[in-house]
Nanobody, 125 residues
């Protein structure tokens, strides 16, 4: 079992920045693929970014490239999402997820072994 706990969500103004964190605990040794997804009210969940902990490859939604950066601190078992130049359309619940194999399936299909409970990001005009 793996537990994921997100934090760092807040209310900010247009153009602001936030850094989200996702602390992983439990049997994390095999869950090398981690990512961020988000869901706004009335909308489907969408992928934000994924990182392959073995290769350090990263994947980003095209619309977010250049503004969002995913990273991880393996020693702390923590995943981060640095979000800059935030826009009102970035308002959503942000979820952390992890998968133990075939990392591309987390990116392509959002197929995760574990999900966190989410942290709310609200960007006001």
């Amino acid at each position: 079992q793996v537990q994921l706990v997100e934090s760092g969500g807040d209310s900010v103004q247009d153009g602001g920045s936030l850094r989200l964190s996702c602390a992983a605990s439990g049997d994390t040794s095999n869950n090398y693929c981690m990512g961020w997804f988000r869901q706004a009210p009335g909308r489907e969940r969408e992928r934000v970014a994924v990182i392959n902990g073995l290769s350090s490859d990263t994947y980003y939604a095209d619309s977010l490239k250049g503004r969002f950066t995913i990273s991880q601190d393996s020693a702390k078992n923590t995943l981060y999402l640095q979000m800059n130049s935030l826009k009102p359309e970035d308002t959503a619940m942000y979820y952390c997820a992890t998968r133990s194999t075939t990392c591309w399936r987390l990116w392509e299909y959002g197929e995760a072994n574990y999900w966190g409970q989410g942290t709310q990001v609200t960007v006001s005009p």
